[in-house]
């Protein structure tokens, strides 16, 4: 299956619908071959903007969908309009679901380790317990959390852990740049894993630790509003969208 992408500001979108983006994903595992998955919001976008050379990392993914409504804007204002938005949360457990129908082992990587949590068990952990109930027969091949340092022995240890692990499909949840970084750092040293999603908090929103929108804020576009009330310290973050939002249209006026 071949999918038409779509140049956003530099980065190469994949143009798909959810029901598109799943079944690329279940024809390359069933096909035996690699694939990463990036989900990139406006904030992405923005950094890829400022950040040519995190932009050129991000497009070697397979599969690039977009994880925000401002992204499917920015196309339509750039008279390259794409499908629809494909959140990575839902992809996420489009993933599950496939990985509980087809015994794939998944491995659960970032989130917060036991001492952060109140309950005193890891974010992974929790997520598993949660993914058991809700997916009965699915299968953890193991949980690392994400708080250590990326590039030294603790690595190279969770490497070892993961290739022992007989994982198929590696979830990345250490948020952006970070989880990307790693991905296209280590995927090579992963040969096993056919499945690499760079999935942020969602581990997060699985267990219920962070609460998604409303259904209402999201189909107003204003997700991004209810994530700034129940996290403000985002604050800092969010102000890439406007200047994402008014970016485009500057780009496209000259462009003109
Ligand atoms: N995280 C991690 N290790 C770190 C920093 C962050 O595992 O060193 C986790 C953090 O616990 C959270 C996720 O990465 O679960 C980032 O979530 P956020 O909502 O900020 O990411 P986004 O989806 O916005 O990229």
Same mark, same amino acid.
């Given at each position: 299956?071949?999918?038409? &992408? ?14 598109e983006?799943?079944a ?26 400022? &950040?040519?050379?995190?932009?050129? =990392? ?15 804007? @920015?196309?339509?204002?750039?008279g ?8 990575g ?29 109140e309950?005193?068990?890891?974010? @992974? ?9 809700? =997916?009965?027969?699915?299968?953890? @091949? ?6 250590? &340092? ?8 969770t ?8 994982a198929?499909? =590696? ?7 970070a ?23 969602? =581990? ?10 409303? &259904? ?12 700034l ?10 102000m ?17």
């Open positions: 299956m071949t999918i038409e &992408k779509v140049n956003i500001r530099g980065v190469n979108i994949s143009n798909v619908t959810m029901d983006a799943d690329f994903i279940r024809e390359r595992m069933e096909n035996d071959e690699t694939t990463s998955v990036y989900t990139p919001n406006s904030e992405i976008v923005q950094l890829c903007i400022e &950040k040519p050379e995190f932009s050129d =990392l991000i497009n070697k993914a397979e599969l690039i969908v977009p994880d925000g409504i401002g992204v499917v804007k @920015a196309a339509k204002i750039l390259t309009p794409i499908k629809e938005k494909v959140a949360f839902d992809l996420g457990l489009r993933v599950m679901k496939m990985a509980q129908e087809k015994k794939y082992p998944v491995f659960l990587f970032g989130g917060a380790d036991e001492t952060r949590c309950c005193g068990v890891s974010i @992974a952990d929790q997520c598993v317990k949660v993914m058991e109930e809700k =997916l009965p027969g699915i299968v953890f @091949a193991g949980t690392r959390h994400g708080y250590f &340092k990326k590039d030294g022995e603790e690595n190279d240890e490497i070892r852990l993961i290739n022992e692990s007989g198929k499909i =590696l979830f990345v949840c250490l948020g952006c740049p989880q990307e970084k790693w991905i296209d750092a280590n995927r090579d040293r992963l040969p096993n894993v056919r499945l690499f999603m760079g999935l942020g908090g969602s =581990l997060d929103g699985y267990t219920g630790n962070v609460k998604r929108a409303p &259904k209402v804020f999201i189909d107003l576009g204003l997700e991004w509003f209810y994530r009330l129940c996290q403000p310290q985002r604050i800092g973050r969010m890439s969208l406007p200047k994402f939002y008014f970016g485009t249209w500057m780009y496209k006026l000259k462009k003109k």
